[in-house]
């Protein structure tokens, strides 16, 4: 997606530019032609344009997806961006000489435009205290903003008007434990067959976890009931039977689960394998997708799986989501998150600035920008009336998760999914499960001592029983050695270059006494996954990011 209204040759014909889905498009258009609104196409754009000449801006609200969408009303000569609640789909823009530019990425807007790409001391410390998460309302790149989630931004009369139209209610949860199981059952099941309707047929990522696998069990049993079979994916990494170590984030492999939900849903399944060049290779196609630098493998990996995928498949439901909403994360209940204040998934500085050059670490207020980034948002925490201790602090970092550690991901597999024409759905986000999660208490969530208890028990019947109950393990990530020897070969080379844009942030001396020691992959720096190795593939992607975009820097 991506596009521009001219304020000064726009008509009073209303225009419509729209990226995603919407998933009760059906009860939408029913509802329309119920108000005696004549229906010709029936399709999205007229859709959207009659539910917005009926409602106005309101009809944002009605809408169960994932979008972005441009709008340009001509009878009232304003220019509308709007996102979905969620924020799974992205929307970028810019004001340049009279026109609105917007696009799905930030390389759509600085294409159109033609401004250069600048990026401020505030866009560095987005880059290296807070990366690969964004606070979103900053602009990284100079003039470039970001619709943020559950908004539409107006442009009228050389105006610009920023409008929050959805967000999470906080009240008392008066639902029993045994409604609330089987609410959420029926929520997540209706997400999932709502995500299904597509005009080819749908598949899976399965992971052997109780989340993919859940998914892929509603899925697998629709689909049989229509008389077809599900394909599912899974993912693995070149020598990682032989490297695997496990540990207090990955306790174990995924195969042997995957093996048992494959012959448990009767799915034709693709056992997906990326070996230790591709992993290098798609480090810089990750930040081509993302126009940052972003979760290093852990998102080129995911590129490269969504481009294999796509060669057989266009529409595959996910995962993602479910940690983040029903507290799958240690630091939900780990003592520690309690009293720190500051990001549980990158509360320390240090490990940050184990490479940079002291002159950077003095010059960039690092620190204090995370610190900022946090306060704000703890401080736009939905309360809820006398809650206080610990439970409000578990809210906090529930809404911290969402809004953070939750949009990344789903940013990494738009992004991934996008660059290789595959239309990746993340039911979990379904904003109706989002809220209904919002305000059920922990010890339901968390039941019987259990990570993920509640989802757990709204799985009984649909999974094995040692599916179900399994152990969370996180996404895959590589554990040979090999592919660390490769990280740090690559980025000798690049420091060997006297051109090379990274070095003028980085320690030379640090970086070879980083490289001459060995990573400890149970201390990451940045969630679970990106320890030692993720570090050297983080700086690599800023090398490459600052070269592609000839980025200029901006004190």
């Known amino acids: 997606m991506r596009g521009f209204f001219d304020f000064t040759l726009e008509t009073s014909e209303d225009k419509l530019v729209f990226d995603g889905g919407i998933y009760n498009f059906e009860e939408l258009k029913r509802e329309l032609t119920g108000r005696e609104i004549f229906i010709v196409k029936g399709d ?187 394909d599912t994916f899974s993912f693995d990494f070149e020598g990682n039977r032989k490297y695997f170590k496990a540990n207090a984030f990955q306790p174990s492999q995924d195969r042997p689960w995957v093996e048992k939900m494959v012959q448990y849903a009767d799915t034709k399944h693709r056992y997906l394998e990326c070996d230790n060049d591709d992993l290098v290779a798609y480090l810089y196609k990750a930040v081509d997708a993302a126009d940052l630098p972003c979760m290093a493998d852990v998102e080129g990996s995911m590129l490269y799986f969504c481009e294999q995928t796509a060669k057989e498949r266009k529409v595959v439901l996910t995962g993602e989501g479910a940690d983040e909403i029903f507290g799958g994360y240690p630091w939900f209940y780990k003592e520690e998150s309690f009293a720190m204040r500051a990001f549980p998934w990158s509360f320390d500085m240090k490990p940050r600035q184990t490479l940079l050059a002291d002159t950077w670490i003095e010059r960039l207020p690092m620190e204090e920008y995370a610190r900022e980034a946090y306060e704000k948002t703890i401080e736009d925490t939905p309360a809820l009336e006398g809650e206080t201790g610990r439970e409000k602090r578990r809210r906090e970092i529930s809404y911290l998760n969402l809004k953070w550690f939750m949009a990344t991901l789903l940013d990494r597999m738009d992004r991934t999914s996008r660059a290789c024409g595959l239309d990746a759905r993340v039911p979990f986000a379904d904003e109706r499960i989002v809220q209904y999660l919002w305000n059920v208490p922990w010890d339901m969530k968390y039941r019987n001592h259990t990570v993920k208890g509640l989802l757990r028990f709204a799985g009984e019947g649909l999974l094995p029983k040692d599916v179900l109950w399994r152990k969370k393990s996180p996404y895959p990530k590589t554990y040979n050695p090999f592919y660390e020897k490769l990280l740090g070969e690559e980025l000798k080379g690049v420091l060997a270059r006297p051109d090379a844009p990274v070095k003028q942030f980085l320690d030379e001396k640090k970086v070879k006494r980083f490289l001459s020691s060995p990573s400890d992959y149970g201390k990451p720096w940045y969630g679970q996954l990106m320890a030692g190795p993720q570090m050297l593939a983080y700086m690599l992607q800023v090398n490459y990011w600052l070269e592609k975009y000839k980025i200029k820097i901006k004190e």
Not at 106 to 118: C, K, M, P, Y
Not at 131 to 141: E, L, M, Q
């Open 44 to 230: 999205v754009p007229e859709i959207c344009l009659k539910g917005y000449r009926e409602y106005g801006e309101d009809f944002f609200k009605k809408i169960n997806g994932t979008f972005a969408l441009a709008l340009w009303d001509g009878k009232e000569r304003k220019a509308i961006l709007c996102r979905d609640k969620i924020g799974v789909k992205p929307l970028y823009y810019t004001l340049f000489k009279n026109k609105i530019f917007f696009g799905s990425t930030i390389q759509d807007v600085l294409e159109n435009s033609g401004i250069e790409a600048v990026v401020t001391t505030e866009g560095l410390c987005e880059i290296f205290a807070l990366g690969p998460a964004k606070s979103r309302t900053a602009d990284i790149f100079q003039g470039i903003s970001e619709v943020i989630p559950a908004q539409y931004v107006v442009f009228q009369e050389g105006k610009l008007q920023k409008r929050i139209y959805w967000k999470l209610e906080s009240f008392k949860h008066k639902d029993s434990f045994p409604e609330t199981v089987e609410k959420t059952a029926w929520l997540l099941k209706d997400a999932v067959k709502r995500q299904m309707q597509a005009n080819t047929p749908v598949s899976t990522f399965l992971s052997g976890g109780i989340d993919s696998s859940l998914v892929t069990a509603i899925c697998a049993k629709e689909l049989k009931r229509q008389g077809q079979q599900l």
